[in-house]
Structure formats: C-alpha cells, structure tokens
C-alpha cells in the first residue's frame, strides 16, 4: 500500500510539473520531413480555383500551387530595350493568394490557461480565423514569428476550425520593398511550423539574458498577471556534462517588466571554439512557494563588445570574423528547412574554417540553436534588401525578432536591412529590447563606427584601412556568381587586410546556389545569372573554392615549404585561432608512395606518425616537428591532416618528396629497357620520328607536330606546339641520331629559342622547349609576348570526343585559377569526363569540374577506349589546361567571369590568368627579358602505348 500511495505521489507530482510548464501542441508538421495536411485553395496560377490538399509547412509553388516569381523581376521589365533581357521578361510576375482550412481538438484540460497560435513564419500577409472569428490584425512580414491570443475563440474538449488567407504580396508596399524586390525567389504560403500553446495565466511570457563572461547574468523578465510577494527561481544545469551549477532564489515585485541579476561561478564561457552552454530554468513561485510556471532558455556566458576605432571583442579577445552569407533554402522545399538541414549547412560552414554567418533575415530557429551548440557566430538581420520597412511596419516587426532570437549567445551583431534597406528611426529602438545592447550595422554602409563596405577593392583598402581610423567588416565580399570569387582571390585579399589592427574580418557571397527544382517544368532554376552565387550547390555539391576557403582560413597555417635533401622533419607554424592554445590540436603525417602508371595501380604508405604541435598562443608562431622514417625520401608526398580538439579535420596538406625531375628520372629507371633503336623518316614536307611502333610526324615548314600513329591507330595529338601568350617565328630545324636516340631540333625566332624532341627506343616522344631567354641575335619583328601575359604556354589538339576521363598526379582534384590554387593537394586524382558549367543547372552537376587548369603536374593520363596517351613533365610547376569549359550561357555581357582560354585543346603552361571577381582581380604578367637570362625549360613526354 505504502509503495502504491508513493507512485501515486510522484505520478502527482510529474503531472503538476508538467502543467506547469508551456504546453505546445503542433498543428502543422515541424518541417519539409514532418509535415500535416491542410485543405487549401489557391487564386490563381498552378491547380488553383478548386480545394485541395496540401503539405504544412511548405512553399505552395513547391506543392503545385500558384506561380513563379524572382525578386528582380522588376529590374528586367524596366530594361525593355534590352534585348539580353527578353528570356527573364517571360516569366510572370504572380501575386496569388491561398485560403488554408484545418480543424484541430483543444482539450479540456487546457481550460483556464492562456492559449497562444503561434506562426514560425509566414509569406506574406496573414489573416487568421478561428471560428470564423479573425482573431487580430494581419500580420505583414515574411521572417518574423507572431502570434495571437485565442483563448476566447477556442472551444475547448472539441473540434475548432482556422482558416488562414496568405497572400503572396504584401499589401502594404513598403513590406513588399523589403521582402520582394529581391535577389531571390518569393515563394508564398505557411512556411514554417505552426503550433498551440498553453501557459498558466500567471506566466513568464518571456526574458531577455545578458550572460557576461565573468558569470554575471542579467535577465530582463516579462510576467504577466503578477502578484506581490512572488519570487523567481533560477538554476542552470551544464549541457555539455549535465551537472548543476547551483539554484539561486530573487525576489519580485508587480511591475510586468523585471531585471533579475545573479551571479555564477565555475561557468565556462562560449566562443566560436568552445560552444559551452547551460540550460537556464526560471520557475515563477507563488507566494507559498509552489511553481506556478516554468520555462527552461539555454543560454551561454560570453560578453560582446563593440570598442570604437578598435574592433569587435568577445571575452576580451579581438573578434577576426570569418563568414558566408546563407539563405534558408532548399532545391526541393525553397524556404522550407528541416533541422536536418540546418545541421548539415552548419557543419560545411565549420568544415570551410569560418566561424561566422550571415543572413539577410532571420533564419529559421533551428539554425541559431545549431550556431550556438557547435559554435558559429550570427549576424541576425531585420529584413529590408535595398529599401526599408516603414517605421510602422519596422516597430512591429522588430521586436518580433528580438524576442525569439535575443538569447542565443552565437548572435554578436544585429543589423537593420541591407545596401540601403535600413529604417534609420528604429536604430535605437534595438536597446530597448537587448539588455546586452549588442552593436547595430548598417550592412554595406560606414556607420557607427563600423565600416561593412561590400566588394572592397585595393583603393578602399588603402582609404578605409591604411589611412582610417573606423573598425572595418565587410559584410559582403567576394561575390561568387558562378565559378567567380569566394576562395579565387581569398588569399591576397586576406592576407592585405588582416595585416591591420582595424580589420575584423568579413562574410562571402554567398554559401548556396538558390537553384529551385520547379514543379511546373521539372527544371532547375537560378533566373539566369541571378542566383548561382554559391561556393556549395543548390544540393550542396562543393565547389573548387570550398577547399580553397578551408586552406586559406585554417586555423592552424603551415608555412610553405620544399623538402629538399636536408629536411630533417621541422617546419613552422602559425596559430590563427582566436580562443585555442595549438596543444589543444593535434596533427598526423603519412609519407606515400604513389602509383606509376604501367608500372604500378595503388598507393602505398611507407611510414606514418604524428606531429609535435608547439603549445602556441593564438597569433603566435612555432616550430613543429616528426620524426623523419629512414624510407622517407623513398617516397613521393608527405601527407599532413591536422585535427581540432573536438577531433575534427581542419585542414589536410601535401608536399611532394621528390622535384619532377627526380620522379621522372625513377620512372625511367623502373622501364624495361628498350631492345630497338629509334629513327628517323623524312621526305619533301615532313620530318617522322619512329620506335617501338610509335611514328611521329612534323611539318618540315613550321616544325609542328602533324601526326601521331601507335602502329596503324591515329592518336589525335597534333597542331602544335602553338605558342600561348608569346609569338614564335620557325627559323631553322635539323635531325640526328644521338646513340640510340632520334631528335629533331627546331629553332625559332621570338620569345621560344628552341623546342628539341626526342624519340626515345621504347617510343617515348620528348619535348624539351627552350624560352624567355636572351638572345643578342634574336631578330624578331615587333613585340613577342602578349600585353599582358594572362596564358603562356604551349597548346595542341586533342579532341575531346575521345576522351572518357582523367587520371594524374598534380594538384587536384579541382581546377584552378592564379588566384585559387590553395585547396588543392599533390596526390593521384581520377576524374570521369563530364561537361559541368560551374553554377549552370541545365545538366546535373558534376564536381570536380573535368575541364580547365590543373596545377603541378607531374603526369596525367587522358583515358580513352580507343586513343590513351599519358604526358609526364619534367619540370616543376606546370599547369594542364585540359579543354575550354563553356562559358555559362545565361551570363550578362557584363559578367564575364574568365580571361580567353588558349587556343587548342589542351596546354602546358607556366602562367595562367586569374578569375575575376566583384571588387577584385587577379594581377596579369608582364615579361621582361634581361641580358644574360638563361631562360626556361618546359620538358614534357608523351606516352601512347
């Protein structure tokens, strides 16, 4: 009986704790994973004029309803003479609306509390019914959670009905002008969640934190039906180990508004590196000490300071914000994001290195509770593209905001609208809310003594930076519209302005491709050029500057070096954390021999260890060391991967051992050797190279390679070398045997002296070019380099049609440009042949894209069924251009993103261009021949067996 009547109690007691908390109780599903039917008519467009079903939460162009409509829109219809235009003027402009029904139970137990409808997000403007009975004001705003107070609609212990008008514009304009004239998509409809809630009527409606690194918590209370002599219990639990921190009792008075301050010991702060968080428990107490409601907050304890012609602090250290520019979408649900979602954007972001995010909205909750458990710092934005909300429409909106967001420790910055979209009236209205009164921007402008220019060029470095006295932020830089920007340029860029004190940081555009997968065509869409700005895809494929950006922003940098004969294991390093002492990291090293082609087919490791990290300081510098394997120097690459202390790759590096020489110089070594002699062929217009089956034929007037055969099969090397970037006359040729070797000299006038080929027994054709020397007899007529250099080289034909892949050893396995190179790794790369316009969703996206540059090459085998051929270089630093990608044919003539390719199909290169980007660009070459230059070798080998 005893053992009965005490279940009976705690069972008692676990259902008064319960109804002391907030109930909720979903009415829609929590996301595009989670959804519930609703009955749904819509006005026009897509299956409108009838009732239907449809999935809740969700963007109805996404279900089948309405039309398709992005947000610069309006800019194609005022260029009506402009022909570029034409495709972008067809799609319409779509102002439908919908009508949600849904009938939902309130169960009697709820009688007597105060029942909330609350909206996470809705497009645009909502009118809701309960009972046929509109419960308050239409809510104007996309981004924004609202609610209503429906406790006196509600029949409770039986069946309610809602119904919910949405409409895809907003009535009021200045709504529109934020949220609609905009570069991205305007998708309509219940969005996000849509939820009941229940809470005593003597409430904690909500509280505002202010958690200070020292353990000072401020906690600005809001009640409701309060009485005198009540008291508010706090506790807070430790997250990470659940233990309790301590419990500590404040009294109340009536006032409806309360500031609360407590202090804590023992707490551990958050940053971006160590995301400490707490659970904060504030129990409302009645004037006998029972609980009358309780809400749980998990907060974390850091302090932000802006500090005026200084920078951005947190706990006392300088703030060098590392960031994107992320939108909430999806390719297949648009601004329908599950928190599966948010998880993964969250941990590709921390994969790049960066330690910030941008939005130009506030994201979805999920999102902000993901920066704050793994560590991303959040700039939280009230919406307004290029122009603002009005003042009445701001004030209400604002707030909004605050009170779902102000107590998420990753937010550091709130910003009002963007490029212009900025109500200056409600500046100050941001403290009213924030008890941590945390620093307002105006993105793009300098003001408030943070300049947040966006696409900064080398001018305004030296204006706003060498010569300024503001903190500097760009909120925008970089813009990555297709292959453009992001890590192309990063490095310089970075390098110039992290250089000053003022610099603290910035955020690229942008993270994703906002490619929608449309349900009227099937197709995937950006609206042209306007949305492939991302350096992930629309699915989140990772592009070439995915990696760069992860090199560029490592924590732990590496300073670049060669083993040469004398390494003996040590190089330096550079802590760039802000808050990680390098003891906390720790880094493994492999030494790997790689594969030969005909010789051998897998990598091997030879050796591997770890690395003795210095107990560096964040911004210091050290030596880190291993020990070198007495086969060390038998290997190719040395392979680093260093790791953070939660065990996660930061970043990974390889050096090779061995120069290209000494690589080729031991695949020759590994040949069987040859039991022929080469020789030579010539009749009145050609010259023929020829061993072991192998004829190579050239062009006795210009000196050219005509022809490769392999016994009767035609390999499709042929029309060079043609000279890139450099002009070349045909002077001169001559033929001899050296030993049992054929070779075919030929000279030239300009900027190449000479190109020797080489038919070796075995059938291995050699190409040893001599350029950019200095010649006292070099009778040239008129400049022989371009002005400026932006490709010099060698090109040749090789069609692509026979071509199904690549393997190599370089630099890979994605292209480069002179401006993103970082990223990429010595190793062995397999590439299968596809034709990917970075950015361009006609045809799906392959990554690594097959053609452009590729750097460091040592060897690569173009594959094919029918004409292999291997090329093998013997000097250092040779880029592989490997056929011309195709410019993305909805770009604007403005929007030229790359200098020409070289003529031909595929290069060897000892210069290529960069890509441009918005407010950057790659510097070009100029040449200039001294006297007494000895020149450059490019000695390259062609395989065809």
Known sequence: MKRIIGLFIILLCLCSAKAQQTEVRHLSGTGPDNTVKWDFWCSSGMNSQKWSKIEVPSCWEQQGFGGYTYGRYYIYKERENEKQYDAYREHDFCDEYGIYHHRFDVPDSWKGKQISIVFEGVMTDAEVKINDVIVGPTHQGAFYRFSYDITDKLKFGKKNSMEVTVRKQSADKSVNAAERRADWWLFGGIYRPVYLTAKPRTQIDHIAVDARADGTLRTDVYLKNISKGQQMELSLISCDSQLPIGRQVCGLSTEERQTLTTHWNNIRTWDPEHPNLYRLTMRLLSTTGDVVHEIT?????????????????LNGTRLLVKGTNRHCFDSETGRTISRKLSLKDALLIKQMNMNAVRSHYPPDS?????????????????????NSYSTEIAEKLLPEMMFRDINHPCIFIWANGNEGGWNAAIDNRFADYDPQKRHIIHPWADFNGLDTRHYPNSTDNMYRLERGHKVFMMTEFLHGLYDRGQGAGLKGLWSKFKANPLFAGGFLWAYVDEAIRRTDTGQMDTYGPNAPDGIVGANREKEGSFYTVREVWSPIQINPFKITSSFKGDFYVANDYLFSNLNECRMKWKVMRLPIPQVSDSPICLAEGSVLLPAIQPGEKGTAHFDLPEKFFNGDVLELEAYNAMGDTVCNWAFPIKNNRKYFAEYRHLQPAATATARYQTDDNSVTLIANGVAATFNKANGNLVEVKNGSKVIPLSDGPFPVGMKMLFNSANLKMQGDTAIYTVKYKGAAD???????????????????????????DGAYFDRPVHNLGFSFSFPEKNVSGMRWLGKGPYRVWKNRIEGTNYGIWQKDYNNTVTGEYYHPLIYPEFKGYHAGLYWATLQSQTTPMTVYSETDGIFFHVFTPE?????????????????????????IPAVNSQGTGGDATYIKINKGDEGFRMKLWFDFH
Not at 759 to 780: I, Q, S
């Open 366 to 386: 999920h999102f902000l509770e993901v920066c704050d458990s793994i560590g991303l710092l959040y700039l939280n934005e009230l919406c307004g593209w290029q």
């Open 754 to 780: 000479s190109i020797v080929w080489r038919m070796t027994p075995d059938g291995l054709l050699g190409m040893d070019a001599l350029v950019l020397n200095y010649r006292a007899d070099n009778k040239f």
């Open 297 to 313: 907050e998990r907060i974390g304890f850091r302090t932000i300071e802006f500090r005026p012609e200084d920078g951005i602090y």
């Open 887 to 911: 410019e993305q044919r909805d770009r604007e003539s403005r929007g030229i993103s790359v200098k020409e390719y070289p003529a031909g199909d595929i290069s060897f290169l000892l210069e």
